[in-house]
DNA sequence: CTTCGTCTGTGCGTTAGGCCACATACGTGC
DNA sequence: GCACGTATGTGGCCTAACGCACAGACGAAG
């Protein structure tokens, strides 16, 4: 497999593309590239998956919801994870639901085929184990952050997580949807979105958030973003 | 390896139970009992493992400290998993630091033994993914827990967990201590304590909870628990 | 029995964030 | 332009939990 084929719409996601050639060319005829809308359900609490999906242009948000409707995010995957983890880790259902939190692409690999080649114990397992210990840390940090630190300092979390994973400045989330994410009121985003405008860090128009200036979220946000980034980068950098 | 001969301490792990007899006894000169002291730190965060360890009566705290200090737990392992998983996960180092909750034994298995029996790919490799993905449940619903519950459903969540996880009524476990696996304040846990002592679920007295009437307590805690001890003993049980 | 250290109980004032009720304000479709 | 639906801003009130200060209360060591 050459590289100039290797430069295609798979190779986004950094899983995938870091696969080495046998690997990628044996997987490369079931990977089918789909395309996410905003709000689509990829899978329910305690669903079977025909398919694992690889985000390249898409975020997708693991949510758990309570019996009351409450809801909060446990973590997020971009084309640097992937979604469906309970497929390798053998659990087969999932204990959480994941919505599109941002549309885009992503690249599906059915259940089975996954499963064959995460058995045959090469770098296509070695990623997905280590990409699974990037997501504990990350949820352990949301389990952390959730309980120590401020509504403004998560929004900034979240905000700088979701930007590392999406090209442009433009985030499209209504505060409403960043309430259910976070776990919080939709009036406690607000009136935080509300500083972080008036220190010039976002501006925010009836769901479209541009970031203006990454710097001044990364001074208020809490440790846990860096936390986080840090694991990713070891891990899958 | 006859049944007789299973019967011993490695075998009240749960783990190390549910392994067929011919890699039990692969694994069986590898392994050594030790012992945990209260309080014992098995490892810190960015620490490297020269061993893992499966709990068999004592347990085991995963916990996250900020910089400034405080803490929180996001997740707990007794005899039904294992402590270390980031050496076979392919992370290396820890990111959190672990400390013994309760004093008891736990088996103790060289980083390289576990690493080639893993790669072996065979029902150890099963059973330890299998694991890590009922603690993601665990640390999920704790994310979740901290956002949305009070401190007394998450005091009960707790002393729930670490029942099931020990064969006596009785928790060796200051307040002090409790309040920092909660990430709330020493105060926070007298009151909530208070009110369940008041109930007639518990009593308390220096560092002794007995737990008096469990079903008490499962009246009062919160869905989280039952969640988490639902996919234990689905991918456990 | 006394002392001292540790653990637990309690009572403030303060605060972040929840709930509720609106007031705008933008945008699409008519 | 106008109307209507959705998104956002704001305020008032309430509660859980925090921070602090200190009062018992038990237990081991002398």
């Known amino acids: 497999m050459s590289a100039s084929v290797r430069s295609d719409a798979f190779s986004e996601n950094r899983l995938l593309a870091e696969l080495p050639d046998d690997e990628y060319e044996r997987l490369l005829p079931s990977l089918q590239e789909v395309s996410f809308s905003l709000g689509e359900v990829v899978y329910e609490f305690g669903g079977k998956l025909d398919y694992v999906f690889f985000p390249t242009t898409s975020i997708v948000s693991l ?15 971009g084309n640097d994870g992937v979604v469906g983890i309970a497929l390798f880790m053998g659990g087969g259902t999932m204990p959480n639901r994941a919505v599109v939190q941002s549309a885009g692409a992503a690249i599906r690999m059915r ?3 996954l499963q064959d080649e995460f058995a045959r114990g090469g770098q296509f397992q070695r990623l997905l184990l280590r990409y699974t210990q990037a997501l504990i840390t990350q949820i352990s940090q949301t389990a952390v952050c959730n309980r120590l630190h401020s509504v403004e300092q998560q929004l900034c979390r979240w ?10 400045d433009e985030l499209i989330m209504t505060q409403e949807l960043i309430a259910d994410m976070l776990g919080v009121r939709r009036e406690g985003v607000t009136v935080a979105a509300g500083r972080l405008q008036d220190d010039g860090a976002i501006s925010y128009v009836r769901g479209h958030i541009k970031i203006l200036d990454r710097k001044k979220l990364e001074e208020t946000v809490c440790e846990c973003y860096r936390v986080v980034k840090d694991e990713f980068d070891r891990l899958l950098g």
């Open 159 to 168: 905000l700088l997580l979701s930007h590392d994973r999406v090209k442009a």
């Open 111 to 113: 259940a089975r085929v």
């Open 63 to 77: 949510l758990y919801t309570m019996e009351n409707g409450a809801s909060a995010e446990m973590g997020l995957t």
